[in-house]
């Protein structure tokens, strides 16, 4: 099946056929917009040829936008800054592909594709506190769950939290032998996770 990239990068090769067919012009490429106001996916094809077609960025970007091909595919191009261009889908497209999911859905259920699935992810360490780690691996271990589901599995995800006993043994010796009160009453989770990393330096000595 031939992607939405594809189906992009085609038409407006095409266009830019029409348009400088006597000019050996760099590749079409199709990038995914970083934010959404920015449309959907995103082109610097004006830029790139600008030497080669021989002309302003932005004129060159206008003109492709000018004589786009009719389409089942792209609604509009803006253009921005110096010759970007801001490629928005048709909204029949998009529903077209929510559709299609949809029936995938139904057929992989209908094939009845049924299992036990166990996820087990994040597993942070509940004597310091979470970092960006836990929150990457988090979004990738839901993110499968979300796929088995599709499929059909019966799935069971667990964040586990690790050995309860060790890690407040570790805190509870520190806070007895390294504890600075001011601290603590200052900020009391900043000053236990000292004393956390204080038990480890004490034990490997």
Known sequence: MITIE???EKILLETVNNLYADKELKP?????ATNEKFGDFQSNFAMMNSKIIGGNPRAIAENIVNNLVI??????????????????????LLGDIVKKISKEKYEF???NMKGDVIIDYSSPNIAKRMHIGHLRST???DSIKRMYKFLGYNVVADNHIGDWGTQFGKLIIGYRNWLNQDAYKENAIEELER???EFTKQSEE
């Open 6 to 8: 594809k189906q992009i």
């Open 28 to 32: 079409v490429e199709i990038t995914v």
């Open 71 to 92: 389409n089942e595919v792209i609604d509009k191009i803006e253009i921005a800054g110096p010759g970007f261009l801001n490629i928005f889908l048709k909204d029949s």
């Open 109 to 111: 259920n209908e094939l």
């Open 139 to 141: 979004i990738i271990g």
């Open 195 to 197: 004393v956390y990393v």
